[in-house]
């Protein structure tokens, strides 16, 4: 799965860390990151406040989920954005989800 972190400070730092310990399968991305978040995954050097960038390259780089850190991306229409893209990855998700159920499950 992969997760978008909005920002660079020590906040979204202990956000991708805390995602990473939980589960250590994540692919951790964020934009724009800083040098201990570049130990954890990848940084991409979009601005916070390019909203359409971030949201674009979310959807270019097949973003799971994304996580937000300071409020100015939010309150400049983040969440507007993220929320009209979140129906394609919702849809990833669940189908990858049945496709997994489907192959776990004994047949009848």
Do not use: Y
């Not at 990473?20 to 990848?42: K, V, Y």
């Not at 940084?43 to 300071?70: E, H, M, W, Y």
Request: charged share 25%; net charge positive.
């Amino acid at each position: 799965m992969k997760v978008l972190v909005v920002g660079s400070g020590a906040r979204e730092h202990a956000i991708a860390w805390k995602l990473l310990r939980d589960d250590p399968s994540l692919e951790i991305i964020c934009a724009p990151g800083n040098a201990g978040i570049s130990e954890l995954g990848q940084c991409v050097p979009l601005k916070i406040t390019d909203i359409n960038g971030l949201a674009s390259f979310a959807l270019r780089a097949k973003v799971d989920l994304t996580v937000v850190g300071p409020e100015g991306p939010l309150a400049d229409g983040m969440f507007t954005l993220s929320d009209q893209t979140a129906a394609r990855s919702l849809v990833r998700r669940k189908l990858r989800l049945k496709s997994k159920l489907q192959s776990v499950s004994p047949s009848r």
